[in-house]
């Protein structure tokens, strides 16, 4: 018996969890080092932030949706969970400055700039047109956290490494990305379909890149850099001899 389009979506955005399910939680032992040392020190808190805020929109979306919306609901749900996990344990072993900065981030975006927008839609539409008003909120915030690993091309072209972007997850985030591509393009869905094009060929580049660079010969920076990639989300934290200084966030 062939199957229907709700059928291969349901497939696809299974596995689309599955996969979610492993990058959310890949930040662990990043956690399990800031457990150990006592210190989130190095490491920047605004993927978690952003990650967040991103399972936060997809859940609204999916709730003003209803239909067929069940495995957006259920991987993001699990991703609200995590995210809000990771940053309550760096704010615990966070510095004072740093607590501060992503107590203020939080406001920012997850509490003000969250709550501005939920109301707005509330109450200022209703119906399809606020679905669609929130899918386009989601789509544009997907499509400009999915180009921030510009930034991390950028550094594997300039430095002639490839330590700053790791082939594994790299790859994982690829076929993440056709998996929600594929279950947005069954449902007709373009809010999910269309910024996962991009995460897709951008995934693609990546790895391409990977394959140009990775025998090649580095070449030596004056300001080394660690690149913290988690989520989906690329941060290159600029370290100097008195710890880390910075930090660039790059997706869902």
């Known amino acids: 018996m062939a199957m ?30 800031i457990y150990k040392k006592k ?31 069940l495995l957006l609901i259920t991987i993001n749900t699990f991703g609200i969970v995590v995210e809000t996990s990771y940053l309550a344990l760096f704010l615990f072993y966070a510095s004072k400055k740093a607590r501060l900065s992503t ?3 939080l406001l920012l975006l997850n509490v003000f700039g969250y709550g501005a927008m939920l109301l707005a839609t509330l109450y200022l539409s209703k119906g399809t047109k ?10 544009v915030f997907n499509i400009s956290v999915f180009a921030a690993p510009l930034f991390i091309m950028k550094k594997v072209i300039t430095t002639r490494s490839v330590e700053y972007m790791p082939f594994t997850l790299s790859f994982f985030l690829t076929i993440n ?44 920076l004056e300001n080394p850099m660690k ?26």
């Open 130 to 139: 606020r679905l669609a008003i929130i899918g386009w909120i989601c789509l």
């Open 4 to 33: 229907n389009r709700e059928s291969w979506a349901f497939v696809f955005g299974l596995i689309g969890n599955i996969i979610s399910f492993m990058v959310f939680l890949s930040p662990i032992p990043t956690f399990y080092q």
């Open 227 to 252: 690149v913290q990639e988690l989520n989906g989300h690329i941060v290159d934290v600029v370290k100097g001899q008195d710890g880390a200084r910075g930090g660039d966030i790059s997706k869902v």
């Open 177 to 220: 990305a056709v998996m929600w591509f594929f279950y947005g393009l069954f449902l007709r869905d373009y809010y999910i379909a269309l910024p996962n094009t991009l995460g897709f060929l951008f995934g693609i580049v990546q790895m391409v890149l990977y394959l140009m660079y990775r025998n090649a010969t580095p070449v030596a």
């Open 103 to 105: 107590i203020k981030l």
């Open 39 to 69: 210190t989130s020190e190095g490491y920047q808190s605004l993927p978690y932030v952003v990650a967040l805020l991103s399972a936060m929109l997809w859940i609204y979306y999916a709730l003003v949706k209803k239909e067929a919306a």
